[in-house]
């Protein structure tokens, strides 16, 4: 699945139809807190909207379907869909404080398809795609976004919703069901599906969570060796990106090709032969990178983990994430070799404390959490995305994750390993000590990777 800022998208011209949500039942509250990254998130974006700043606080993807789709067909799988997830009929509203949530009866839920009208143009359908996209998931109630472009010989289906509903493995079981549900809806075929537990039980937890953990709870060990390691809480990127203060600034994204199929098989066994796996072999490339140029022998991070700590949880539909910290210390004169299994016991140690609330942890270990805490904290992520449900099929579909214009203080790195091919997705200020900066050292970690994958296939 590839990522791809929306500005950069070209879908063919078609005839446009979306399917809105309608229901004829009055939002009921509900007392379940928002998760803190809901908060944080929801938060941000209204003191965005309110101070008039670019934002793009949503998710989107698109996919095609083989042939002119079926409206009706269409029609009948989102509805499923959204009766289904939980994260499609509740909300909080972002502008009250403490957030209030609001439930809608899902069984009154129905999704039908409006024609919009014929575009000949690319530039003008996507405009179009973008500009609906910021109207609907700029609105809190059931503020998501479902149309799909029409052709003789393949149509296209986009869908996106605030960021705080939902998550890339959300998106991933989106793409299964949607097209598992119209494929029966087209041929007749019954769909049996198991019921899909809904996020607010799960922020549910984490608040109880978050409320029994004290300042000296053994579970905040990693986070207080994290934030001791240097005097800043949050390490500064390995190279200039003209944004001293760390201030929000227009963000730009990048793209890099990292590995083939055959190239990330081949330095996932590298890896493996030095006691490590492919995403322990990212991180030690990045820590290598930086002591080439920074001279810093101490790498940390914040990574991101999944929350869907059992198996039933992989159904939900929600932002089921949390940030993590994770940091190793290189040897003198290492090599990738070397690092890796340092990397390895980091990664393993930081997904461990998965549960623990990356704002709660802070909140008590901070003396001032809000002046400690990034609005948006730079990360580095590993996802393996090869289980996926159907994730065969992300080529042959043209399965694409689409992102909005935004704002970045740091860097954030996103390494998605998929069957055919692992990218590397970069989100930073749009400055030009960034883009003359980040890219060399993003090229010298590509490097060390490729270099490692290059001698373990020549040694198969």
């Not at 994260?87 to 009154?108: D, I, K, N, Q, V």
């Not at 075929?189 to 019921?195: A, E, F, N, Q």
């Not at 740091?410 to 990218?423: E, K, M, T």
Request: charged residues 20%; negative net charge.
């Amino acid at each position: 699945m590839r990522m791809t800022q929306i500005l950069d998208w070209r879908p063919e011209p078609g005839e446009v139809v979306e399917f809105a949500p309608t229901t004829d039942q009055t939002p009921v509250p509900h007392d379940v807190p928002a998760s803190h990254f809901q908060q944080a998130h929801l938060c941000l974006a209204a003191a965005h909207r309110a101070a008039g700043r670019r934002q793009s606080p949503w998710v989107a993807m698109a996919f095609d379907l083989e042939g002119r789709a079926d409206l009706g067909a269409l029609a009948q799988a989102w509805q499923g869909l959204v009766r289904r997830h939980e994260a499609f009929h509740t909300w909080y509203e972002p502008e009250t404080e403490p957030l209030m949530g609001f439930r809608t009866p899902p069984g009154s839920l129905t999704m039908r398809p409006a024609h919009v009208g014929d575009f000949t143009s690319t530039a003008d359908l996507r405009a179009h795609v973008h500009r609906r996209i910021d109207e609907q998931t700029s609105v809190s109630r059931l503020g998501l976004l479902a149309g799909v472009i029409r052709r003789d010989t393949t149509s296209t289906v986009y869908f996106a919703i605030d960021h705080a509903y939902t998550d890339g493995h959300s998106l991933a079981l989106l793409f299964h069901e949607l097209r598992a549900r119209y494929h029966a809806a087209l041929t007749g075929t019954p769909l049996d599906l198991p019921p899909a537990p809904g996020y607010l039980d799960h922020n549910r937890r984490e608040r109880q969570r978050s409320a029994s953990l004290t300042k000296t709870a053994p579970e905040l060990a990693a986070w207080s060796e994290f934030l001791a390691a240097k005097d800043d809480a949050f390490p500064a990127f390995p190279v200039d990106l003209g944004n001293s203060t760390g201030d929000l600034l227009p963000a730009t994204r990048l793209e890099y090709p990292v590995f083939t199929g055959d190239e990330a098989r081949a330095f996932r066994a590298y890896c493996a032969r030095h006691g490590g796996g492919l995403g322990a072999g990212f991180f030690a490339a990045l820590a290598l990178a930086q002591g080439e140029f920074t001279g810093n022998d101490v790498y940390r991070v914040l990574t991101a983990v999944s929350t869907r700590s059992y198996p039933r949880l992989l159904r939900v539909h929600g932002w089921l994430v949390n940030l993590v910290p994770l940091f190793f210390r290189l040897p003198g004169s290492p090599t990738l070799a070397d690092a890796i299994p340092l990397a390895q016991q980091a990664f393993q140690r930081a997904r461990e404390g998965y549960d623990v609330s990356l704002h709660r942890a802070l909140e008590l270990l901070l003396d001032d959490a809000d002046a400690g805490v990034p609005s948006i904290p730079p990360m580095a992520s590993y996802v393996d995305g090869r289980s996926a449900p159907s994730a065969r099929d992300y080529l042959g579909a043209d399965a694409t994750v689409l992102t909005g214009p935004d704002n970045a203080g740091g860097v954030s790195l996103w390494l998605n390993w998929f069957p055919d091919r692992a990218d590397l997705v970069v989100s930073m200020p749009d400055t030009p000590e960034a883009a003359a900066g980040v890219p060399k050292y993003l090229d010298r970690v590509r490097e060390l990777m490729l270099g490692a994958s290059g001698n373990a296939h020549r040694a198969h």
